[in-house]
């Protein structure tokens, strides 16, 4: 076995960190943050850029290759494309990627790009702005803005993240296909997760994308296609057209054996699994002044908690953290 890598209980090579640089966000997406949240993490809890640094440092040297930037809204984090830059400068990291509702994306795409940010995944649930203020409680120019910025600044690949609700967005995919087909990006059809309170009032909407599929197999075949950090999604394309789609089944078809991550929250904790509680708590180790192996022998013991599965069919009460904490 590799001395330099990092394997879990289940023999799963760990190549892949999320990071959530913040709890707030600026939209308020149902399944996601509750309307009125506001019991956000205390910014003397927030790791720095530097603690975040230092822990992917130890991380690469595990292995791990992959790191996402995520949130919350992680473009609320101020100063975000510097440690970008940060990160994207740490030799053997080979892929530095973003998750953003791009509100905020206009004017921040190109500082992000030089920084070297290359691959960015963007939620977008509907076309319809009436729709999408009741969904996010957000304006779509904004974010349609944002993500033409993204476009011409050179993001690539692009992949737009669609959580499908039954009677709500449900009859949108095609519209949502269209617009990424025009565009070259990747529409990523999504599982409603029972993610906290808002998660699992939102599974009332469930749609089981196995159903979604069916459908569309019905108009089009489906070639299916590999991507670079597929990760959990299962990608087709359309035949005949350069039209991808990915599908996030986690309730209706899981894929937890081949799961390569873990995700570190704001306030410094690593938490194994989304769907699961077990977690470490790094911030205070760093704070305390320990050295660079004693970290890396810190994040060696806690891949030993990652879980083999999550549980949200089994135990959809489980998981009291919303989304926006951990980092979708
Ligand atoms: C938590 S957000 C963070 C990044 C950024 N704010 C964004 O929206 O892209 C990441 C992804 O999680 C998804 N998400 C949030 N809550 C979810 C839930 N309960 N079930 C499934 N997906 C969820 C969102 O649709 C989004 O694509
Ligand atoms: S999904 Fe993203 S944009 Fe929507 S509330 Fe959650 S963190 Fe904010």
Not at 4 to 15: E, W
Not at 108 to 134: C, I, W, Y
Not at 201 to 215: G, P, Y
Request: charged residues 25%; contains cysteine; glycine residues 8%.
């Amino acid at each position: 076995m590799d001395e330099k890598a990092l394997f879990d209980t289940s023999g799963r090579q760990i190549n892949y960190l999320r990071i959530s640089v913040t709890d707030r966000c600026d939209l308020r997406c149902g399944y996601c943050m509750p309307k009125a949240f506001k019991d956000y993490a205390e910014p003397a809890d927030w790791l720095s850029f530097d603690e975040i640094e230092r822990i992917v440092r130890a991380f690469v040297d595990l292995g791990v290759r992959h790191v996402r930037l995520t949130g919350g809204e992680p473009l609320v984090r101020k100063n975000l494309p510097l440690l970008a830059h940060q990160l994207a400068g740490i030799k053997g990291l080979d892929d530095l990627s973003l998750s953003s509702n791009c509100t905020r994306m206009a004017a921040m795409a190109h500082g992000l790009r030089k920084a070297g940010v290359q691959r960015l995944n963007v939620s977008l649930d509907t076309l319809d702005p009436d729709l999408f203020q009741e969904i996010t409680a957000g304006k779509l120019q904004k974010v349609l803005e944002g993500i033409e910025a993204a476009r011409q600044a050179g993001f690539f690949p692009i992949r737009i993240n669609t959580v499908v609700m039954k009677g709500i967005n449900d009859q949108h995919i095609d519209a949502l296909l269209a617009y990424c087909a025009e565009r070259d990006f990747t529409l990523r059809l999504i599982e409603t997760m029972p993610m906290g309170d808002t998660g699992r009032q939102a599974l009332e909407r469930f749609v089981d994308l196995q159903e979604v599929k069916r459908s569309l197999e019905s108009r089009h075949d489906l070639i299916p296609d590999m991507l670079p950090g597929a990760g959990p999604a299962r990608y087709y394309r359309l035949s005949g057209t350069k039209t991808r789609i990915g599908f996030i089944t986690p309730l209706s078809q899981h894929c937890c054996e081949t799961c390569n991550r873990v995700r570190l929250i704001v306030e410094g904790t690593l938490h194994m699994c989304l769907g699961q509680e077990h977690a470490y708590p790094l911030r205070d180790l760093l704070r305390n002044g320990i050295g660079n192996t004693e970290l890396k022998q810190h994040l060696i013991k806690a891949l030993l908690l990652k879980p083999e599965k999550h549980e949200f069919r089994e135990r959809p009460e489980k998981v009291i953290r919303f989304m926006s904490m951990t980092g979708g």
